[in-house]
């Protein structure tokens, strides 16, 4: 995939998800269903999309230590959410209702290191990589001072209420656009940068 791509295709499946995650809740409970399904497929297409905007914001960063291991961490934490989420999916297919849902996650979340790895713990490397890849790359004046202050936003958003998802991946696609720009226009050159 075009690695430009990848920065504006991201944040427009996680407003995807965000929206549907809205539309899921409107009859008061979400999941399971099609909308519970299709927006947590969408959730993992940007996530997979994110291991290239990491390993590319590694190379913006200068490909020096802390870069790599933000970019790396950051994966880890891809990992995780792909687990969760594909949890999420499985219990969905699973239960007969969204009372039935909880039992089933009460059920996975009761198994050792389940809830810390993949609930709890595991995902927040995700988050704090993306910030961190961002901070590094405008420290080296690649993009403008806003740039993590909106991806910071976007990271902030989903705290204060989950129905602000979609407002924060706007913000997360503005402050992709200047990287998109900066990024390569074909997947070679990005996997010439990573060496």
Not at 9 to 35: E, H, K, N, T
Not at 47 to 70: E, N
Not at 134 to 155: F, G, S, Y
Request: charged share 10%; net charge positive; glycine share 8%.
């Amino acid at each position: 995939m075009n690695p430009r791509l990848a920065f504006l295709a991201a944040p427009l499946l996680v407003f995807a998800y965000g929206v549907i995650r809205i539309i899921d809740g409107l009859d008061g409970s979400r999941g399971p269903g099609l909308a519970w399904t299709t927006g947590h497929l969408a959730f993992i297409a940007a996530l997979v999309l994110f291991v290239p905007i990491f390993w590319q914001l590694r190379a913006m960063a200068g490909r020096d230590t802390l870069s790599t291991v933000s970019a790396a961490a950051g994966t880890v934490g891809i990992a995780t959410l792909i687990a969760q989420f594909g949890i999420d999916i499985a219990v969905g297919f699973l239960a007969a209702d969204h009372a039935g849902m909880g039992v089933l996650f009460d059920q996975v979340k009761s198994v050792p290191g389940v809830s810390i790895a993949v609930y709890d713990g595991g995902p927040f490397l995700f988050y704090l990589a993306q910030l961190a890849l961002v901070i590094q790359v405008a420290v080296r004046r690649e993009v403008r001072a806003w740039t993590p202050v909106l991806v910071a936003l976007d990271l902030a958003l989903p705290f204060i209420d989950k129905d602000l998802i979609p407002l924060g991946a706007l913000c997360l696609l503005v402050s992709f656009v200047p990287l998109a720009r900066r990024a390569p226009a074909t997947q070679v050159r990005a996997a010439a940068a990573l060496s």
